[in-house]
């Protein structure tokens, strides 16, 4: 399963993007989704996560109150709003598709990855 990830960008702190990320083949609309970053020299680390239809959403804290995730259920494509940008919130953006429906906070419970779209915040 190829997935697609989109949107990223240079931008000033303070502004907004919107990272999409489409599958080619739908089998993400039952699954839970979720996107993750990786900054230069850290560790990959969980942004959000949903379950398949998106009543359960889950925020890493750094970025509750400015990111929403969310999916379009019939095409399988999540998205991720990102608002009041920082420049520590620089980093590869990936997308990925669960294992299962529900919500899941651990990569390894993730199947399917994203190539990854870049994120810069300058100051």
């Known amino acids: 399963v190829q997935l697609q990830a989109s949107g990223g960008g240079l931008v000033q702190a303070g502004d907004s993007l919107r990272l999409s990320c489409t599958v080619a083949k739908r089998t993400s609309s039952n699954n839970g989704m979720g996107w993750f970053r990786q900054a230069p020299g850290k560790e990959r680390e969980i942004v959000a996560a949903l379950n398949w239809n998106g009543a359960l959403t889950y925020y890493t804290d750094s970025v509750k109150g400015r990111f929403t995730i969310s999916k379009d259920i019939a095409k399988g494509t999540a998205f991720l709003q990102m608002n009041s940008l920082k420049p520590e919130d620089t980093a590869v953006y990936y997308c990925?598709?669960?294992?299962?429906?529900?919500?899941?906070?651990?990569?390894?419970?993730?199947?399917?990855w994203g190539q990854g779209t870049q994120v810069t915040v300058s100051s």
């Open positions: 990925a598709v669960g294992l299962g429906s529900g919500l899941n906070t651990d990569g390894t419970r993730y199947r399917y």
